[in-house]
């Protein structure tokens, strides 16, 4: 069973910016699709990006400000967050899934890690 930690959360003022990381516990991330998601208090799970086990990546919701990558030297998947907003503020989440596409919807993955919050505030 792949479990996935997730690190790099925390309290940031706006326009700020955070690194995330994902990585995993007792197990490699070699063979996975890796994506990020989020879930804001009283909102549903948004996806946010998904990186394939070969590197290619798909950005969704967060156009422009947040970019998906890959070490795998470091056997871990980031997320670098730039100009954050307070809409921003979520529990962040990775997620894994070996399916062929790389579609960062929450149904389509099969790991989770425990989230890390993310507070954008003044």
């Known amino acids: 069973q792949l479990q996935l930690v997730e690190s790099g959360g925390g309290l940031v003022q706006p326009g700020g910016s955070l690194r995330l990381s994902c990585a995993a516990s007792?197990?490699?991330?070699?063979?996975?699709?890796i994506g990020w998601f989020r879930q804001a208090p009283g909102k549903e799970r948004e996806g946010i990006s998904c990186?394939?086990?070969?590197?290619?990546s798909t950005n969704y919701t967060v156009k422009g400000r947040f970019t998906i990558s890959r070490d795998s030297a470091r056997d871990t998947v980031y997320l670098q967050m730039n100009s954050l907003k307070p809409e921003d503020t979520a529990v962040y989440y990775c997620?894994?899934?070996?399916?062929?596409?790389?579609?960062?919807?929450?149904?389509?993955?099969?790991?989770w890690g425990q989230g890390t919050q993310v507070t954008v505030s003044s």
């Open positions: 997620a894994a899934n070996q399916r062929r596409l790389c579609i960062p919807e929450a149904g389509l993955f099969d790991f």
């Open positions: 990186i394939t086990s070969s590197v290619s």
């Open positions: 007792g197990s490699t991330l070699k063979n996975y699709n």
